[in-house]
């Protein structure tokens, strides 16, 4: 059983920075990677980066030189540090623990809830 903790959301001007922050807790989160997804209005949920437990980054286009995700495995932890953000960046973004050592676009694992991030012009 995986729980899954996400915090940080919020209403942000735009260029504005938010981190999010998922913390996971359960059995056999070791070896899994952790990812970040967001779904914003009218399109299906996509793949924003995720973290291998051997601290390797992969990032979404959009996400790439804006955004830093971060581990820490001795509390199960991930960042997700969002900078010079854009009103399409608007929506939910989700914590994913992945069902394997990586992540993919679908995203097959254990979801959060979900934290609404809202970025004004």
């Known amino acids: 059983q995986v729980q899954l903790v996400e915090s940080g959301g919020g209403l942000v001007q735009a260029g504005g920075s938010l981190t999010l922050s998922c913390a996971a807790s359960?059995?056999?989160?070791?070896?899994?990677?952790i990812g970040w997804y967001r779904q914003v209005s009218g399109q299906q949920r996509e793949l924003v980066a995720y973290?291998?437990?051997?601290?390797?980054?992969f990032y979404s286009d959009f996400a790439k030189g804006r955004f830093a995700i971060s581990r820490n495995n001795a509390d199960n932890t991930v960042r997700l540090q969002m900078n010079s953000l854009r009103p399409e960046d608007t929506g939910a973004y989700f914590c994913l623990v992945c069902s394997a050592y990586r992540c993919t676009a679908s995203g097959e694992g254990h979801w959060g809830l979900g934290t609404q991030v809202t970025v004004s012009s």
């Open positions: 359960g059995s056999d989160l070791s070896l899994r990677a």
């Open positions: 973290i291998t437990y051997g601290r390797t980054d």
